[in-house]
């Protein structure tokens, strides 16, 4: 049975109680007004419409579901995106309510019992930028009112990818060792270590470097991160002279100019407790393992960003994509200052 609505001033009209009971009791769909009326917004009446649930006049002409369409994408900003998302939600059984249009999300998924959260939703198309501060904005408005975030970004086709994207307290195993000084001799992009022993605990303890004749080679954040520490000093092959950390630093720079970014959020897992790895071969800065490596895989692919990072959405589906495939997690790093947020995306069915 339909049900009759009037458009006036861009909002829909029902005005009989069995009508307002059914969509705003049992539906959660517009909200109620004086007068003992419910009012719908424009989006959810093409959606009834298109369900064959809404009859609607304008001046007493009725409008069918071409004309309200037309309307409605005139009135509301990327109308087509939301109305895709909406749709679907709807139809896989979510109460979803659409936020007033200066809010920070653009739709609210109530929670079906007291053991869930509520869902903060912000609609997405596939050629939109992101902004990685405005991701972090928005987790923290959200774990605010007690929700979780998802984004939903709809493709050229019309499929929609939804995402889980929240902050995690990432954390490891792996205690911190005091090693025995040592000296290590800078090649052209490694630092090779040579002395045994010292070579043997810091791989059996902290997986650090990979073996390379008796000792072991580093990577050049490993390198500069024991220098900080004091555990290595660093002599040039080629000239056969030590070297200064701001000397190291500086070589470093000619072929990786973030390095200090990236060697910010290494130091950082390392006080978390977990052994990091170069992430090169899945596209990302690190791996991560809470455990030492003969116990587990790597949990974790970490890419380092600066709080100014902007990205397509093609770029996080390829990440969030070759995560799963190899069952790990992929986390933007957000550097600002001393400051970092470890922000995770994760592929989500609703």
């Known amino acids: ?91 896989r059984g979510h109460a979803v309510k659409i936020f007033e249009k200066n809010d920070k999300f653009d739709f609210f998924i109530y929670k079906k019992n007291d053991d869930e959260k509520s869902c903060f939703i912000s609609a997405f198309y596939e050629r939109n930028n992101i902004d990685i501060s405005e ?112 000397e190291f630093k500086d070589i470093i720079k000619q072929s990786q100019p973030d390095i200090e970014l990236i060697l910010t959020v290494f130091k950082d897992l390392k006080k978390r407790g977990l052994i990091v790895k170069t992430g090169f071969k899945f596209g990302a800065h690190f791996r991560a393992y809470t455990k030492k490596p003969e116990e587990t895989h790597a949990e974790y692919l970490i890419h380092v960003v600066n709080k100014g990072f902007k990205v397509l959405w093609a770029e996080i589906s390829r990440a969030v994509r070759l995560a799963h495939s190899v069952n790990k997690e992929i986390i933007f790093a957000k550097v600002e200052g001393i400051k970092i947020d470890y922000i995770k995306f994760g592929r989500l069915r609703p």
């Open 1 to 91: 049975m339909q049900t009759v609505g009037e458009l006036i001033n861009n909002k829909i009209i029902v005005k009989k109680p069995r009508d307002i009971g059914r969509f705003y009791n049992k539906s959660h769909l517009g909200k109620t007004i004086t007068g003992d009326k419910l009012e719908l917004d424009l989006l959810e009446g093409v959606f009834l419409i298109g369900e064959g649930k809404l009859k609607l006049f304008h001046k007493k002409k009725e409008m069918d579901f071409q004309d309200l369409l037309r309307r409605a994408a005139e009135k509301i900003s990327n109308f087509e995106i939301k109305y895709l998302i909406f749709r679907d939600l709807r139809k």
């Open 135 to 246: 991701i972090q904005y928005l987790i923290q408005h959200a774990v605010k009112r007690n929700g979780n975030l998802w984004f939903a970004v709809v493709d050229e086709e019309g499929d929609i990818t939804y995402y889980d994207v929240s902050n995690l307290d990432i954390s490891g195993d792996t205690d911190d060792h005091v090693f025995s000084k040592t000296s290590g001799m800078l090649l052209e992009n490694r630092v090779v270590i040579f002395d045994k022993k010292t070579a043997e605990k810091l791989f059996d303890k902290e997986f650090f470097g990979k073996p390379f004749g008796d000792g072991i080679q580093l990577s050049m954040v490993e390198a500069l991160y024991l220098m900080e520490k004091k555990v290595i000093e660093l002599k040039n092959v080629e000239k056969d002279r030590r070297l200064s950390l701001k």
